[in-house]
């Protein structure tokens, strides 16, 4: 009883939230619930093969072998795609992808064929000769071919998972920082937790290859190795389903808040402005040499003085075609040919301030980069280079800092008030973003601000 309930326990929480999600997506039509749903089927459907196996349902125990090899080389691609879907604009035009379902497709039905060409007393003697042990090999042809596909799949699987998830991770960060630009008030807008379970998975992917190099039949030996296992990836699997359950945002929340036709101009956006870091530093290094030339040019020319004094104008001259020493003022017009974009830049800035500082904007509950341009009427471009660029930080990071120096304000003034009345007139719509975001920037809780105000004060 408790072997059958620990062999089936990750299909029956995976078919759990098969029925969740799907419900999710019939209220909500949502694509990205759809291919959460999608992935989650399939896992119930690996775990299937894997309760079959261990119980030793030899009936039909090839037809589980194909699906569960099949299921095993879909699971991650297909959360992959469920990233992508959640985080990629262009992507969520895309109904499905060939490459996410192809290595298995072809893994499945080979694996599929080769069963079917064994004899009946082949197809009995490999289940129950290589499917349960790890040291045979097979003494036919077809018997050979299936054990080399197998370890072929093992190889395959181990590439993927790596991949996958840090691939996912990177494409989650960057949704999040995107989140960060458009977005002031972000405690809903991002997949923190998405992402701090796939810094678990990052560690379980370790046990899912060792657990793959092992076999299934190393675990048909032990069943407390089989437990631990079993119940990890049970847990880990309920971890991350009731984070997808729960993520309620997305790329299609962006397209709705007309922000992502900006997506293409911020990519463009932050290489220009990485160009223009490189342009400046590489003006100063090229000022640098070539002082460092016209040292060395000075210095040459004064040793030579004593032997050609009278051609002293002409060798100097020599010496700076040779040496390609340019004069200061090409240099300055050099290092100039980006100053009027500069000085746009730091002019919308200085004015996005102002405007900030005068009219108060950043009180308003759920203030987003879309109300920025609308007050200043400009484009998206402008102001994304003038807070990016110009102010060095996200759109996000400078709405609640000015949110802070507010309430610093107000504690000065009124440091008996309450803190959801603080918060909130500070233009915080949570408490706890307001705590993480005061902590933050003052390296104090409110309370200990308030306490050495006190101090200050006696």
């Given at each position: 009883m408790i072997f059958t309930l620990i062999t089936s326990l990750p299909m029956i929480v995976c078919l759990f939230w098969t029925a969740i999600l799907w419900m999710d997506w019939r209220r909500e039509q949502s694509v990205v619930k759809l291919r959460l749903m999608v992935f989650s089927s399939v896992v119930c459907l690996l775990y299937v093969g894997h309760y079959v196996y261990f119980n030793k349902v030899y009936e039909v125990l090839p037809v589980s072998d194909v699906i569960y090899s099949m299921s095993n080389l879909l699971v991650y691609p297909l959360f992959f795609l469920y990233v992508k879907q959640l985080t990629d604009a262009e992507w969520s035009k895309r109904k499905w992808c060939a490459w996410a379902v192809l290595p298995a497709l072809l893994v499945g039905m080979t694996m599929g064929g080769l069963f079917l060409m064994m004899s009946p007393e082949e197809l009995n003697y490999y289940v129950v000769n290589q499917l349960y042990t790890t040291d045979y090999i097979g003494h036919t042809p077809i018997m050979r071919a299936q054990y080399l596909l197998h370890e072929g799949a093992k190889v395959l699987f181990a590439i993927q998972v790596v991949s996958v998830l840090l691939a996912s991770y990177r494409k989650l960060k960057k949704f999040d920082e995107m989140a960060e630009n458009y977005?002031?008030?972000?405690?809903?807008?991002?997949?923190?937790?998405?992402?701090?379970?796939?810094?678990?998975?990052?560690?379980?992917?370790?046990?899912?290859?060792?657990?793959n190099v092992l076999g299934r039949s190393f675990f048909s030996q032990s069943q407390v190795?089989?437990?631990?296992?079993?119940?990890?990836?049970?847990?880990?699997?309920?971890?991350?389903?009731?984070?997808?359950?729960?993520?309620?945002?997305?790329?299609?929340?962006?397209?709705?808040?007309?922000?992502?036709?900006?997506?293409?101009?911020e990519e463009c956006m932050e290489c220009e402005g990485e160009c223009m870091r490189s342009e400046e530093e590489s003006v100063e290094s090229e000022g640098e040499r070539m002082r460092s030339e016209k040292e060395s040019v000075e210095c040459e020319v004064e040793c030579m003085g004593s032997e050609v004094d009278s051609k002293g104008s002409k060798e100097e001259e020599k010496v700076k075609v040779k040496t390609g020493v340019k004069t200061p003022e090409a240099v300055n017009v050099w290092a100039k040919r980006n100053v009027p974009i500069r000085e746009q830049i730091e002019k919308l800035r200085t004015e996005i301030e102002r405007v900030m500082e005068e009219e108060k904007l950043y009180l308003i509950h759920d203030f987003r980069l879309t109300d920025l341009i609308e007050r200043?009427?400009?484009?998206?471009?402008?102001?994304?280079?003038?807070?990016?660029?110009?102010?060095?930080?996200?759109?996000?990071?400078?709405?609640?800092?000015?949110?802070?120096?507010?309430?610093?304000?107000?504690?000065?003034?009124q440091p008996d008030i309450d803190i959801s009345e603080l918060y909130s007139a500070a233009g915080f719509t949570s408490q706890a973003v307001f705590y993480r975001n005061f902590k933050s920037y003052t390296g104090k809780s409110p309370k200990a601000f308030v306490q050495d105000i006190d101090v200050n004060l006696l």
């Open positions: 977005y002031a008030d972000t405690e809903e807008r991002n997949t923190q937790t998405i992402r701090s379970t796939i810094m678990v998975m990052l560690f379980a992917c370790v046990l899912s290859v060792v657990v190795a089989l437990g631990v296992v079993s119940v990890g990836f049970t847990l880990l699997l309920f971890m991350l389903l009731y984070a997808g359950h729960n993520q309620n945002f997305s790329v299609e929340d962006m397209v709705k808040d007309d922000l992502v036709p900006a997506l293409e101009e200043m009427k400009t484009n998206r471009e402008y102001v994304y280079r003038a807070v990016n660029v110009g102010m060095g930080m996200s759109f996000s990071q400078m709405v609640n800092r000015k949110r802070i120096e507010y309430a610093l304000e107000l504690l000065k003034k």
